[in-house]
C-alpha cells in the first residue's frame, strides 16, 4: 500500500450518516457541503442526536443521551452552558456548547481548564468522527506505520475543519 497517497478524506455529512439512517435525515444543502459553518438547526440536530445514540463513530467517540449525571454535570457552569454529545468510556466527554453549538471536550481529570475548547460546531465534530475512524481503520492495514505519513494526513485533514484542531485535538495520532 503506497501511503504518500492522500488516504483520509473529509465527507459530507449525508454521507457519514447513511450508514446510521433508518430514514433520511434531511439536511441543507450547506450541511452536505463538506467544510461549510451553518447556524445551528436545533430540529435537525435532535434528529441526527437521536439517530446516533448508541453508536460509536470512532474508539473515543461514543453518541449518547445526555442524561445530565454524567461527571461534567459535578461543575455548575459545565452543567448549565454545555450539553454532552458522546463519550470516550473513561469519564471524559464530547460537549456542546448550548448557545452557539460549539464542541469541546470535557477532561475528567483535570482541574482547570476542565474543557478544551475545538473551534468547530457539531457537523465539523462529525466530520472529525469520520476523519478518526478512517485513520483508525488505516492504522491496522498499513505495516510500516512509523515509516507512513498517516499522522501527518490526518493532521492536514483536521486543519482544514479548523487551523487549530490539530494542536487542541485531545488524543495523540499515534
Not at 447513511?18 to 433520511?24: D, E, G, R, S, T
Not at 465534530?125 to 505495516?143: P, R
Not at 501527518?152 to 495520532?173: N, T
Amino acid at each position: 500500500m503506497d501511503t504518500d497517497k492522500p488516504v483520509l478524506q473529509i465527507r459530507n455529512v449525508q454521507e457519514i450518516l447513511a450508514p446510521f439512517a433508518n430514514v433520511q435525515v434531511p439536511l441543507s444543502r450547506h450541511m452536505c457541503n463538506k467544510l461549510s459553518t451553518v447556524p445551528l438547526d436545533i430540529i435537525r440536530l435532535v434528529d441526527v442526536l437521536q439517530m446516533l445514540a448508541g453508536q460509536e463513530l470512532a474508539a473515543e467517540m461514543v453518541f449518547e443521551d445526555d442524561k445530565g449525571d454524567n461527571l461534567y454535570c459535578e461543575d455548575e457552569h459545565l452543567k448549565n452552558n454545555y450539553v454532552q454529545i458522546a463519550a470516550n468510556g473513561q469519564g471524559d466527554a464530547w460537549l456542546m456548547n448550548r448557545m452557539d453549538g460549539s464542541l469541546s471536550f470535557f477532561d475528567h481529570s483535570l482541574t482547570q481548564p476542565k474543557v478544551t475548547a475545538l473551534f468547530i460546531d457539531f457537523w465539523q465534530f462529525l466530520q472529525l468522527a469520520d476523519l478518526i475512524h478512517q485513520y483508525e481503520e488505516w492504522i491496522d492495514q498499513i505495516k510500516d506505520f512509523e515509516e507512513s505519513d498517516l499522522p501527518g494526513q490526518l493532521g492536514s485533514c483536521l486543519r482544514m475543519l479548523h487551523p487549530d484542531l490539530p494542536e487542541h485535538y485531545p488524543f495523540s495520532f499515534v
